[in-house]
């Protein structure tokens, strides 16, 4: 699923490749504006699958980092599609995970970072959620995607302890950066894995609850738990602050190209 066409067939166009022999079914929806009448063409599209691994990381960031006062459009596409559409479509699918799962044989729920487009399989039940190290601390000029972030943390957490008894596997991926059109990051570092690495590190083990398994992205957030908050909230506040500068100079740049 995805809010263009063209996407999707580029993604079921690398699944063909692969020629692993994955049968593929694509649905076009914009999560920020899709009313009932859309979800409910959805739901009919799934009735006829059963649907074992839902993986939950569509999302959105704000363009630059700006103001608070600044942003409040920004800030309901950012609520619309990082927190309603992840509880809307989990809604749809969670209750036939749970009728037809078993402690014995668990189906994944799992809640991914925004590296893959969403999937769908037949198998093994899963369903992922993106997580964010930043939603432990507080960051000027960039509070909304952490802030949407640390909701999905404690409705995953919750959710996980609701259905791990009835069969049903939660899993609350946390991540750092990954070279991503989200995070308009290129290039790979130690910090920094690129997708395939990321998601390599992600499918290694699935299990209920809140996970960091890329290690260095681990290593980012014991360290930024321990330290100070006043601390992280300065080095945050001045990473932001950079950001918008630099972008705001591209952007000027750009201008008098034109």
Known sequence: MAK??????????????????????????????????????????????????????????????TDFVDTLRELVTINNVNIAATLRITSLIAPAMVSRSSPSLPFCCALTPPVWRVFFFQKEGTHPEHGFVRWRRSDPHARRLPGSKAFLRTW???????????????????????????????????????????????????????????WTHALVGAVMALAPPKAVLAYTHALQKDIRRRALAKQARLAKQE
Do not use: C
């Not at 699944?15 to 504006?33: L, N, R």
């Not at 991503?180 to 998601?199: A, D, E, G, Y």
């Open 4 to 65: 263009k066409l063209a996407k999707l067939d580029a993604v079921v166009d690398d699944i063909g490749k692969a020629g692993s022999g994955v049968q593929t079914k694509t649905f076009v929806v914009d999560f920020a504006s899709a009313d009932d009448a859309r979800w409910e063409a959805l739901l009919e599209e799934l009735k006829p699958i059963e649907v074992g691994v839902l993986v939950n990381n569509v999302g959105v960031s704000h363009e630059l980092p």
């Open 156 to 214: 995953s957490d919750s959710l996980s302890a609701e259905l791990t008894p009835k069969g049903v596997v939660v899993e609350h991926v946390n991540t750092y950066f990954v070279t991503s059109s989200m995070s308009k990051i290129r290039r790979t570092s130690f910090f920094i894995p690129n997708p395939k690495t990321f998601v390599r590190a992600v499918l290694a083990k699935l299990h209920p609850g809140t996970v960091t398994p890329y």
